[in-house]
């Protein structure tokens, strides 16, 4: 099997926002370059969103959970819909491995590989979307106590470029099983993955408004996104500096928040130190 990147994948196309169920430029129509890390060639471009394309995929997603069928939708059909989704990416796995692989610049086969995943998590989920319990408490005297696991409502998303696919899987799979509605921040340097995935969602049924993917870069998008007062709950991962800035934008919300933050510093000392051992030799 060839494990380089393929050249050809997205070559001049027009990547777009998915905003309310459709495919959207930025409403500025500012675009940005995609380059690819393997060669360092632009082989497409993506929309360079703001904080009004960010507003209206809040609201659309707000409108789907409170008012739309999304909200409406019983938890065996939105595991029907992940279940369905899952396949889809299987089916498509080869065209989604090609994205992943020349987006990021890791190799075929680990794009590959990312690709499963991300069609494990959604399958997983779909399985557990009508499996989530409560629990009955027992009190003294004449009461009945109870817990109800519920959705938060609007669930932002912030993922990095290391691995797009497996974390959506992660982020989208989890949040659509349990009702609640997305909005999706990829990070501009590898999101087209995920902007693909979005589209299969719509094809697998996934009501219009339910899961948004909004591109652009952090200070621009990111930024009002995590700060946005319809938003419910944010979920991040990336950078310790950048997670800081999320959790106090959300605090001004009261608004939880999920993060995971580094990892990557021994590894790159490791690295380091084995360059430099060989550069002695």
Same mark, same amino acid.
């Given at each position: ?21 459709r495919?959207?430029?930025? *409403? ?9 890390p ?12 703001d ?17 739309g ?40 086969k680990?794009?590959?590989a990312d690709i ?6 959604f ?13 009955t408490i027992p009190? /003294? !005297? ?42 999706? *921040? ?23 408004g339910?899961?948004n ?9 990111? /930024? ?13 991962? !990336?950078?310790?500096a950048?997670?800081?800035?999320i959790?106090r /934008? ?9 993060m995971?933050?580094g ?19």
């Amino acid at each position: 099997m060839n494990n380089s990147p393929d050249n050809n994948a997205a070559q001049n196309s027009a990547c777009m926002n998915i905003i309310d169920g459709r495919l959207c430029d930025a *409403k500025s129509g500012r675009r940005m370059d995609v380059v690819s890390p393997s060669d360092g060639i632009v082989f497409t471009t993506m929309p360079e969103s703001d904080a009004d394309d960010i507003d209206t995929a809040v609201r659309a997603a707000h409108t789907a959970w409170s008012n739309g069928p999304w909200g409406k939708m019983s938890a065996v059909e939105r595991g029907r819909i992940l279940l369905r989704l899952s396949q889809l990416i299987s089916n498509n796995s080869a065209e989604l491995a090609a994205l992943e692989s020349r987006d990021t610049g890791k190799p075929l086969k680990q794009g590959i590989a990312d690709i499963v995943g991300c069609a494990r998590y959604f399958e997983y989920y779909g399985g557990a979307a009508d499996k989530i319990h409560g629990d009955t408490i027992p009190v /003294a !005297g004449d009461f009945l106590a109870l817990t109800l696991r519920e959705p938060h409502g609007v669930v932002a998303g912030i993922i990095p470029w290391n691995y797009p696919a497996q974390i959506l899987g992660r982020v989208a799979g989890a949040g659509l099983a349990m009702g609640n509605a997305l909005v999706l *921040k990829p990070a501009e340097d590898a999101c087209l993955s995920v902007l693909r995935i979005a589209e299969l969602a719509l094809e697998a049924g996934l009501p219009a408004g339910a899961f948004n993917v909004v591109t652009g870069t952090g200070r621009e998008a990111g /930024a009002p996104l995590s700060a946005h007062p319809g938003i419910d709950f944010v979920t991040f991962t !990336g950078s310790p500096a950048t997670g800081t800035a999320i959790q106090r /934008a959300a605090a001004v919300n009261n608004r939880g928040v999920t993060m995971e933050l580094g990892g990557k510093f021994s590894l790159m000392l490791i690295l380091m130190l084995l360059c430099q051992w060989l550069s002695m030799r």
